[in-house]
């Protein structure tokens, strides 16, 4: 492993612990969050919802509402003045219901009051009468049964192989996986606040991931051109995905305009889950075979994602999913094949990990099961498949920058084991005390395909300027609490050595940064602003080269000091008194082409990381608690020690969630658990002693070789946890969240392990990815492919 | 943290308004408010709402989270409760701490809140106010809390950045800060 250390070339420069520059007003409780937003005559915005998982919309009569006391609008579908559909991949989903509902929980009327009380009032005296039709909420029957939408039933279906998929070695193992639906369950529900603009244009205020995409989505629908839609970030609590798609942005806006005040609308937690992505549940039937020595030989895979009633980002989730069952592992032949198909359950989108947690699940389960069939250590069996640089994936893409599976691998393995006594499962009541409780220790390695992926344009914009040594930063990119404007700082008085740097607060001004997911954001708007404080230095030191009559080449700047030659001249604050100096950068990453195309590779980077949980099950009441995860990542760099930890920790506790607790219940399309109660996210006594450390080899191209690290901890975490309470338990366990009743009643069917005469692979067979278009066969059948059917 | 099961009957200045309206009297980070609220809001609703006091959030509106723990005495004797879970009228002529009240002299922050910045357990800090109202009262509570101790005093606040580890950091950080202060 690689020393964890950089050189901090200022102080609170790049590699230091610096401090969030929000942090002060959020201690303070001053800091200003969505939901506290306000406005002179602002009108309260509430949204009525349909109840029914699908049904036909006969009549819709509003004149009730629109006549009581206090109410100023109104709206359904017929006031959407522009376009009545919008979403983030597929323009597939209406702004309002427009003549059919296809979830429960669905927009069908929004209202403007003079108080929340008398919108929701009105909310209820809208009229709607339904003819309820069946609910498709069956994934599998999705691919057969009637469209539920004029587009179809399937989001997507991807099908590719690569060398000699029927290859075999001595045994196989296969098993049919399910992930249950996670919600990102950010502590802040959705608010924004939208106010008309004197040009006939509309202003809002929002939690949300993307600006840009909610300015074209806002202006589709409202018939506005974009510079008359002004999008600017409030204070976000949270996102995790869950704020990528559109929700109330464009009906706030749209009743802003109706009524010429500001709109105001913040979700209750129910509308919460209902209103916004989940992750995708699924089902992944894989089957492995390997080696006596545990390479493997071949794989199979297929996937089924339920997308729910509206595109969303089902048709990039799906790719996530297939192509990365392979795990960060050398594969030579595979089949592959995944849909994501619409259902009437609740619409799945982005969470964080982005579909690869799932198949991180179901991958980690199945190098488990060949260590268990081979005999051999699973640390072992992972080190011997372990990619490496040079290597080639199933579908295509050669794996050209550091690859350190092994390192994290044997990083992970330095970390001792806990040692004495832990708290015993049951929460804060110790209800497990005593002789039934065993412990586990389970390992997992994934891998994680880090910012956008097959052509989706990856870029971002910063506008830098420098004066008397304070630095302005301003990009589009959204703080969701990860801690963006931190590094913006630090890359500020780095490359800059400012003295003071102002964040500006992110809108709709400057050119878009993309969302703030797939962990990209370092990335794309680290480097514009990496590039735009480069710029702004060179500027200021010319200048100060022509005022001294120095050549410009030999001035450096090294900690907030003005250097000639290496001999400092003077501090950066006072190198040119009063002048301002300024620059617009714009980064992208070199393009991303689409599964199979002849072009190159799908993704922009990969992280990697490895966990071993410790886990103490008490295996009669069924009760978990997790002891300890220790986590060795592949990071690039460190930009800022206490900022990673706290993703590293963040993001193992969510995965450990969706591991052990977290699941959305939907019940004929219903959600039964919208609400903390129901819902379960970790609390502090469930959260593990978490134990990380890194390797830090440079992503090439990258200032300071940095990387994302935001999803991969989430990714493993999955996986270990259900390792770990395998191990304890002795059961296969092959769904996630396992529950109580999994362990006390030991629900779930083991891998089917059969042993097979070897047959090496045709070295005819293309090097691969040979994509198809047809699917092989209806994804039904994948239990009659040897698999009994899980829980 | 816990609701107050109670409503009190015996606070003077329960006005009743014709809308089921009622008007008391609340004091708030030191200010004396006349408050007129329906008698159903809750006592969240009441300073987020009325009084402007925007320091507790609403993260879930139903005791369940943690984001509007103020500390607040309402003829009990005072202790940390979720504002969402306490009808407007069982405040009446009670005293409310919110997060405001918190931190050290001449505007300083306090040890909890220093602590929470240094060991980076802030991050969308949406529920920090909270985690810094049941910290610190712990902290007066238990000067030397054991981590079952720390857990058992926050484990009614949800994070969902953070995973715990830093805020379990920096409750012991200010813990011992505080120690080595009066020692
Ligand atoms: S808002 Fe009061 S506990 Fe969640
Ligand atoms: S910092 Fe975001 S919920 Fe705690």
């Known amino acids: ?791 | 943290m816990s609701a107050v099961e109670n409503p009190r009957t015996d606070v003077a200045g329960g006005t009743d308004g014709a809308d089921g309206s009622v008007t008391f009297g609340l004091t708030v980070d030191g200010t004396a408010h006349e408050v007129t609220a329906r008698w159903d809001e809750s006592l969240l609703t009441v300073l987020r709402d009325r009084l402007g006091v925007r320091g507790p959030k609403t993260g879930c509106a139903h005791g369940r989270c943690g984001a509007c723990a103020v500390r607040a005495d309402l003829g009990d004797g005072g202790h940390v409760l979720c504002a969402c879970l306490v009808p407007a009228a069982t405040a009446a002529g009670g005293t409310v701490e919110t997060i405001a009240s918190i931190g050290g002299p001449d505007g300083a922050l306090s040890d909890v809140q220093e602590a929470f910045l240094a060991e980076g357990a802030v991050q969308c800090g949406i529920c920090t106010a909270g985690f810094v109202t049941a910290a610190t009262e712990l902290l007066e509570t238990n000067p030397d809390p054991t981590r079952p101790e720390i857990e058992a005093a926050l484990y009614g606040n949800l994070c969902r950045c953070t995973g715990y580890g830093r805020i379990i950091a920096a409750v012991e950080t200010a813990a011992r800060t505080r120690r080595g202060a009066t020692s």
């Not at chain 1, 797939?518 to 735009?532: E, P, Y």
């Open chain 1, 1 to 791: 492993m690689r020393g964890a250390k950089v050189a901090t070339s200022a102080p609170g420069g790049i590699g230091a612990s610096v401090r969030r520059p929000d942090g002060p007003a959020k201690v303070r409780g001053e800091f200003s969050y969505a939901g506290d937003l306000t406005a002179e005559g602002m009108l309260i915005g509430v949204t009525l919802r349909s109840p029914h998982p699908h049904a036909r919309i006969l009549s819709v009569d509003t004149t009730a509402a629109r006549a009581m006391d206090g109410v100023h609008a109104v709206l359904t579908v017929d006031d959407v003045p522009g376009d009545r559909h919008f979403g983030l991949v597929l323009r597939d989903e209406p702004v309002l219901a427009d003549g059919v509902v296809r979830y429960a929980g669905e927009p069908v009327a929004v209202v403007a009051a003079v108080d929340a009380a008398t919108a929701r009032r009105a909310a209820r005296a809208v009229e709607v009468v339904y003819e309820v039709l069946p609910a498709l909420t069956d994934p599998q029957l999705a691919l057969t049964a009637a469209s539920v939408h004029p587009d179809g039933n399937v989001y997507r279906h991807v099908s590719y192989s690569c060398g000699d998929p029927d290859a075999r070695g001595v045994v196989t193992v296969e098993n049919t996986y399910r992930i249950g639906m996670q919600d990102p369950a950010f502590l802040a529900p959705e608010a924004g606040l939208a106010r008309p603009t004197p040009d006939g244009g509309v202003a809002i205020e929002v939690a949300t991931q993307w600006l840009h995409s909610d300015q074209k989505q806002i202006g589709w629908a409202t018939g506005l051109p974009p510079e008359k839609v002004h999008v600017s970030l409030a204070g976000v609590g949270g996102a995790f995905g869950g704020r990528e798609d559109v929700t109330l942005q464009t009906h706030a806006c749209l009743l802003a305009l109706a009524t010429g005040r500001p709109v105001k609308i913040e979700y209750t937690r129910e509308e919460s889950f209902l209103a916004h992505r989940q992750r995708h549940p699924g089902t992944i039937w894989l089957r492995h075979s390997a080696d006596a020595d545990g390479r493997i030989v071949s794989v199979e895979g297929r996937v089924l994602l339920d997308g729910g009633a509206y595109a969303s980002t089902s048709p990039v989730v799906i790719t996530n999913t297939v192509t990365l069952l392979q795990g960060p592992y050398r594969v030579d032949n595979g089949r592959f094949e995944g849909w994501s198909v619409r259902t009437n359950n609740p619409s799945c989108g982005a969470m964080r990990g982005f579909g690869v947690p799932q198949a991180a699940f179901a991958h980690e389960a199945q190098l488990d099961a060949l260590a268990a069939a081979l005999d051999l250590d699973p640390v072992e069996i992972r080190l011997t498949n372990a990619l490496q640089r040079g290597d080639v994936a199933t579908f295509g893409q050669r794996f050209d920058a550091p690859t350190p599976v092994r390192e994290v691998i044997e990083g992970l393995r330095a970390v001792p084991l806990p040692t004495g006594p832990a708290k015993a499962p049951g929460g804060v009541g110790r209800s497990a005390e005593g002789g039934t409780v065993r412990r586990g220790v389970g390992w997992a390695v994934s891998i994680k395909n880090l910012a956008f992926s097959e052509g989706h344009v990856d870029e971002s914009t910063a506008e830098v300027s420098l004066r008397d040594g304070h630095a302005t930063v301003h990009t589009a990119c959204a703080e969701v609490g990860q801690g963006f404007v931190t590094v913006a700082e630090q890359v500020a008085r780095t490359v800059l050595g400012a003295t003071t740097v102002d964040v500006v607060q992110p809108d709709t001004l400057v050119a878009s940064a993309g969302s703030t997911s797939a962990s990209r954001q370092t990335m794309a708007s680290g480097t514009a602003v990496h590039r735009a404080c480069l710029a702004v230095r060179d500027r200021m030191l010319g200048r100060v080269a022509r005022a001294h009559g120095l050549d410009a080449a030999t001035l450096t700047v090294a900690d907030g000091v003005v250097c000639a030659a290496g001999r400092p001249l003077g501090p950066v604050a006072t190198a040119a008194p009063g002048q301002t100096f300024r620059a617009t950068e714009h980064f992208q990453h070199p393009a991303t082409h689409p599964l199979g195309s002849p072009e190159g590779g799908m993704y922009v980077a990969f992280g990697f990381s490895a966990q071993r949980a410790v886990v103490d099950v008490d295996v009669e009441l069924g009760l978990v608690s997790v002891v300890q995860i220790a986590s060795c990542q592949d990071v690039g760099t460190v930009v800022n020690p206490t900022q990673l930890l706290g993703q590293i920790e963040g993001g193992i506790v969510q995965g450990m969630g969706l591991a052990l607790m977290e699941e959305v219940v939907v019940a004929d399309g219903l959600i039964t658990n919208p609400d903390l109660q129901d819902y379960l996210i970790p609390t502090i006594v469930d959260a593990p002693e978490i134990v990380s450390t890194y390797v830090t080899d440079p992503e090439p191209g990258m200032p300071h070789g940095w990387k994302g690290v935001g999803e991969p901890p989430l990714v493993t975490a999955v996986p270990v946890v259900a390792a770990a309470v395998r191990a304890a338990t002795g059961l296969p366990l092959p769904a996630v969240p396992i529950k109580p009743e999994h362990i006390a009643l030991g629900i779930g069917a083991a891998p089917t392990v059969t042993w097979t005469t070897p047959r090496p692979a045709d070295p005819d067979r293309p090097r691969g990815p040979v994509v198809d278009e047809e699917p092989h066969d209806a994804p039904g059948t994948m239990a009659e492919e040897g698999a009994p059917p899980g829980p």
